[in-house]
């Protein structure tokens, strides 16, 4: 008789591994965004037009969301084909190469136009990363996890890309710090070349993770779909569209991260680059603990509720946050930077991944959520180039720029709002039309 997977400890093996993984797979990504924001204009942009510089920088960080929705077709079927364990091992490998030559390109100064041209494809390389990384991260630990604590397990892959967000800025905090002549010659280059130890450190991880039963047993039983993306979308399109919507809601986490740094530490306001680092930090340190504790809530009362005071809450703490760098108040700045992106963002960041797992049966989850989402992202990448925009010439329409953010929360609310609820639901009857509820264990007495 087989050992179920939960008793050996398959399920917190599966979290950690999602959990490490995300985590240095997101620190590559997300340097890039300090980067962009802070140092990009002025090292592969010509600094003589700074708003366009800065403008076009931003639209660097946003190709990568571009790429997303082709990588996801891709790595998606192939994940449902092969299962999920090779695509995380290959997304790791793929991201760390391509972070650590965006560390080694020659500058505007160095080969002209073909500086950016290289950036613009070694961040296409990331995108397409990105687009199989928590997708595949998600199906893992969905489908490793006890039935009734799949909002718990899954929510440690978005942790994951908190811890990677934090250690991202934490390393930039130094590099920030350094003068102006030595951060552009190669100070910015140090954070891109630590990622060959991410790549190593997370392969070794994820390589001695076994595949999940539900995939096993998918397998065994009734095959593999030889085109999951037909079924996905003959069977399931209508759950495609809500992951679609409910993926914009990533649209505060690239305005928080990208815009609203560059927006800070501009003339107009005055910030300093440290401090705002130190802003995301904080927050994602706060976000750390707050997105499991979000989700083990969603595991009690269900994830349609606490997804939805995520996007709601969203809409109104990004406004907040947004005023308080205007009135250039730093403390405020940092408690409403807090509270925005570290608490109420992280219901909806944190149910996300057991939300939208729960959407889709086992033999088209990884195509359902990686095309869903990152068609969603896609969007979200290039709200930060939209925001610029929005902001006017002079970079300041902040309102402009939270009514903005404000309007990308509605459709996560349809899609919240529409959407089934899941919790309940056995692993094995998810994405069925007549889903059994699955029992709450029962606490035994002496």
Known sequence: MSVPAEAVGQPKKAATAAWIGSALEYYDFFIYGSAAALIFPKVFFDESDPATATLLSLATFGVAYAARPVGALFLGHVGDRVGRKKIMVFTLILMGLSTFLIGCLPTRHQVGTLAPVLLVLCR??????????????????????PAHR????????????????????????????????????????????LSVAVAVVGFVIRRKLDETPAFEQQAA????????????????????LRVIGGALIASVSTIFTVWALAYATSDAVGMSRSSMLWVGALANLVALAAIPLWATLSDRIGRRPVFLIGAAGSAVTMFLYLWAISTGNYPLTLLLGIVAFGVVYSAANGV?????????????????????????????????TFA???????????????????????????????????????????GSRTPREVPRPQKVTA
């Open 352 to 384: 996300w991944p057991s939300f939208y797992g729960e959407m889709f049966p086992t033999r088209v989850r990884l195509s359902g959520m990686a095309i869903g989402t990152q068609i969603g992202f896609a969007v979200a990448g290039f709200a930060v």
């Open 124 to 145: 296409v390389l990331q995108g397409i990363s990105a687009a199989g990384e928590q997708a595949s991260a998600n199906s893992m630990s969905l489908e490793h996890a």
């Open 150 to 193: 799949r909002g718990f397990f899954t929510s440690f892959t978005l942790s994951g890309t908190q811890g990677g967000q934090l250690l991202a800025t934490l390393v930039f905090l130094p590099v920030a710090a350094l003068p102006e002549d030595q951060l552009l010659s190669w100070g910015w280059r140090v954070p891109f070349w």
């Open 221 to 240: 039983s009734e095959g593999v779909p030889k085109l999951p993306l037909v079924v996905l979308l003959r069977e399931h399109w209508a759950d495609v």
């Open 388 to 430: 610029a925009q929005i902001a006017g010439p002079d970079g300041t329409d902040w309102s402009s720029v939270a009514l903005f953010t404000a309007a990308l929360c509605v459709p996560p609310l349809i899609a919240a709002l529409t959407a089934r609820e899941t919790h309940k639901v056995p692993t094995e009857d998810l």
